[in-house]
Structure formats: C-alpha cells, structure tokens
C-alpha cells in the first residue's frame, strides 16, 4: 500500500485529526492513537446529562479510529511523557488538537525528521487561537451555516467544517512526506478549520 512504512503517532481528539490519520491508516499507514485513561469523548454518549461508556462501539468513534492501534497514556505523568518522547523518536509524522502552542518545539527537538500537524478550530496565530470551538461554531465563524428562507442560521447535519480540516490537514502531511525524502526533514503544519472553510468559499 502507498503509505506503508510511515508511522503516524495521533494525540487527536473528536474529529478532524482522527480523521486525517484514518485515511493514513486506510492506505497503509501505521497509526497508533494515544488517548486518556478516561478514552476519547467520542467513545462516550450523554444520557440525561451524564456520561455513558459504549465500550468504543460507537459508530462516530469507530468510524474515525479505524484501523489504529490504540494506547493509554496519562500524559501528565513523567512515565507517559517518557512513553510519547520514544514514539516520537519513531515517528514519521505527529498528529494532534491540544490548545495552540503546546508541545511542538519540544517533540520536532527529539526528531528533525518528525512531521508535526496542529489541527484547531482557528490555528496556531491570530485573535481567535485560544477559543475553543467545534464544527457548528467554526461554520459560524467562516459565514458557512445555511440559513432558513428567512435568514436564520441552522447547524448543518454535515460536518464540514472538521471535514475540510481533515482534508487540508492530510494534503499538508502527505505534502511534507514526498519533500521528506530529499530534504531528510520534517516540517511544521498549522491546519486551521475556519481557514480551511474561508478557502473553500468562492467569494
């Protein structure tokens, strides 16, 4: 398959960075997800307010993990941290979604070969870094959401937003892959899903 060989370490949570290293793991790729003692949100559903484990058969978790391995880490434990510095030693790109500006210098140090992705409602820069957000309030943000013939913004069932990240996040690690082999060094993507959004749009 076109992608085996590349190890993909996936720090993601919810969508679109799961997403972006499925497909990787469609094609080859081998792809471990780190995720929390607690396991990823989209392992869990609310009922009557509470949180409710299905033993990851959820179809949205399932959908998006595909074909990953899958490890538990506490990553504010030293031990795990010791864990995640040797895999990123092995890795030939890192995927993750934590708050902008954590982690990237520090991994890239351990390995100048590493591909690092950022994928965030808003990227790495700008005024609207820190504000958390997922896919209805990023097509909000970027004018996307569909409206009602009287003008009223609805949240569309798609989720384009975290799709057009996956999408543009993917293009952007294969990208840095192929220039990998000559150059014998990683690089360092930004994936903002409002950009992502903006860019789709014709005018």
């Known amino acids: 398959m076109k992608l085996d060989g590349v190890k993909v370490l996936d720090l993601t949570q919810f969508m679109p960075g799961s997403v972006l290293t499925a497909i990787m793991a469609d094609h080859g790729a081998e792809v471990i997800k780190v995720e929390s003692p607690t396991g990823d949100p989209t392992r869990y559903h609310e009922h009557r307010g509470q949180r409710e484990p299905d033993s990851g058969t959820l179809s949205f978790f399932a959908g998006c993990n595909r074909g990953k391995s899958s490890l538990s880490l506490d990553l504010k434990k030293p031990a795990a941290l010791a864990i995640i510095r040797q895999l990123v030693e092995q890795a030939d790109v890192l995927v993750e979604s934590f708050r902008p500006g954590v982690g990237s210098q520090a991994m890239r140090a351990l390995n100048p070969r590493l591909i690092y992705c950022s994928v965030s409602a808003f990227g790495e820069t700008g005024p609207l870094r820190d504000l958390p957000a997922h896919d209805s309030v990023v097509q909000a943000y970027s004018g996307s959401l569909p409206r009602t013939k009287d003008g009223i913004p609805i949240t569309d069932c798609l989720p384009v937003a975290a799709l057009a990240g996956?999408?543009?996040?993917?293009?952007?690690?294969?990208?840095?892959?192929?220039?990998?082999r000559s150059t014998g060094r990683g690089e360092r993507i930004d994936i903002s899903m409002r950009d992502c959004l903006l860019s789709a749009q014709p005018s």
């Open 166 to 180: 996956a999408l543009n996040g993917l293009v952007a690690v294969l990208m840095a892959l192929l220039g990998a």
